[in-house]
């Protein structure tokens, strides 16, 4: 069923075959139906680390309904993220950010595209742009058959502003702890910092709390990182 040499799968399973690849490792996973937790720990007891990738398309597109809840009992602005930056969930509060309340359906196509959001991410070239688009190439690394990843970087790739940006590369994958400015719809200028964190259940999905301080001046610099006594 593996289609491998008699013995490959009773290598594996006795721990005799360090290190196997891992398209022998999805094809296990596959077989055996197993979910994306499993198919984790599947490459961790092999000897590989965490998987490459996810193990099927819909990996990191949904989340338990519950994380409604827990967001709408935030109060701060909060949002969650499918693989792709779809929008999943939000708070009351994260929609004041917009005019209208109107919250974008993906939030990198906002962030780097939409005219709207150069608008409100002030110092959009220098404060966000370069810290977001290596957030896109990490995640088409690992989800190089993801539709909407792909036609996020033909898009910023046809940008003349973001095109540039992809050429210089970066290694800022994740915006955690970040502090950056942004036009609040409602409140005005201010700084908000991002507090991201993900899902177990579906990897690659972000959860991003926005804790936002109007004003010109930033609110975070100094405060000190949190460590068990």
Not at 25 to 31: N, Y
Request: glycine letters at 8%.
């Amino acid at each position: 069923m593996l289609h491998r040499t008699p013995g490959t799968y009773r290598r594996l399973e006795s721990g005799a075959w360090p290190r196997p690849d891992t398209g022998f490792l999805r094809d296990v996973a596959m077989l055996f139906a197993l979910n994306e937790q499993e198919w984790v720990s599947l490459c961790r007891y092999a000897g590989i680390g965490d998987p490459p990738g996810p193990l099927t398309a819909r990996s990191g597109k949904e989340v338990p309904g519950v994380w409604q809840e827990a967001i709408d009992g935030m109060t701060h602005p909060a949002y969650i993220t499918d693989a792709s930056w779809e929008l999943i969930a939000h708070n009351d509060e994260f929609a004041r950010l917009f005019p209208g309340g109107e919250v974008p359906t993906n939030t990198m196509r906002w962030m780097l595209l939409e005219p709207q959001g150069r608008e409100m991410l002030i110092d959009w070239d220098t404060a966000w742009a370069p810290l977001v688009v290596p957030q896109l190439r990490a995640a088409l690394a690992s989800r190089s058959d993801d539709e909407v990843l792909r036609r996020l970087e033909k898009d910023v790739l046809a940008d003349p502003q973001c095109a540039p940006i992809w050429e210089s590369g970066g290694a800022h994958i994740h915006p955690d702890g970040d502090e950056r400015p942004i036009r609040h719809a409602i409140d005005g200028p201010g700084w908000v910092t991002m507090c991201a964190a993900q899902p177990m259940a579906a990897p690659g999905a972000r959860m991003i709390v926005l804790v936002f301080h109007a004003g010109a001046r930033r609110s975070h610099t100094r405060v000190p990182v949190l460590r068990a006594p």
